[in-house]
């Protein structure tokens, strides 16, 4: 199933599953309008196609039936997507290039990948006990770790710090760990915010890790660990 966005400013799509009829739908944000509609059994795989313009595509999880392959190409202008509802038990997030990447959410049998190119943020505002970010760029890169500014909604930011490097990921705080894993190269990771509980991994090459200008106590129990 491939949904192109026609729209002459842009589009703002959600990809839902109607459990009363058993068809996934592509729902026009803007009309209310179905765009597009599958039966789930006939459908293994969905790609949404952007505009050369600024394009939103949300992915409701509630009553979805996983795992179903999901991707979405933006296209040009600032894109973004969302994904809402649903509840597991981890969530990853692979950052490949700017732009590129994906989100893995996986609770048992329950799991659910969706792709993305040329999106500039992603908003995952599902639960999960657990999160990870990893860098998958291949270089050493600024990996930032923020509060997304807005008072008292348990989010964070996972971003580049303005150096376009990977997508910035907007998440909510896990209940239990946040883990990074820097991948390859001389990494810098920034933490601006203290919420979640951190499991920091450099990975290969010269890392450094950048605490919160305050008062804070930092515990060394070996080379390169603490």
């Known amino acids: 199933m491939v949904v192109d966005m026609v729209g002459l400013d842009g589009d703002d799509f959600t990809l839902r599953y109607d459990d009363a009829t058993q068809y996934l739908q592509v729902i026009d944000d803007h009309t209310g309008e179905i765009v597009d509609q599958r039966l789930l059994q006939e459908t293994s795989e969905i790609q949404i196609v952007g505009t050369e313009f600024d394009d939103t595509l949300t992915v409701d999880l509630a009553n979805f039936v996983l795992p179903l392959d999901i991707s979405f190409a933006g296209g040009g202008g600032n894109d973004s997507l969302s994904v809402i509802n649903g509840s597991f038990e981890s969530a990853t997030y692979n950052a490949t290039a700017f732009g590129a990447g994906s989100i893995g959410l996986f609770d048992g049998a329950a799991n659910e990948v969706i792709s993305y190119t040329d999106v500039e943020s992603v908003d995952d505002q599902t639960q999960a006990s657990t999160r990870a ?5 291949g270089a050493g890169q600024l990996i ?3 509060d997304d500014a807005v008072p008292g909604d348990d989010f964070i930011i996972v971003d580049s710090g ?9 998440l909510q705080t896990p209940a239990g760990q946040l883990r990074i894993l ?4 001389g990494d810098i990771i920034q933490l601006d915010d203290l919420a979640a509980a951190l499991d920091i991994q450099g990975g290969p090459g010269s890392d ?19």
């Open 133 to 137: 970010f990893e860098n998958a760029t």
């Open 144 to 146: 930032r770790v923020t």
């Open 162 to 170: 303005g150096t376009d490097a990977f997508s910035s990921i907007r």
């Open 182 to 185: 820097a991948g390859d190269g």
């Open 208 to 226: 450094t890790l950048l605490g919160l200008d305050q008062a804070t106590d930092w515990n060394i129990d070996g080379a390169d660990t603490g």
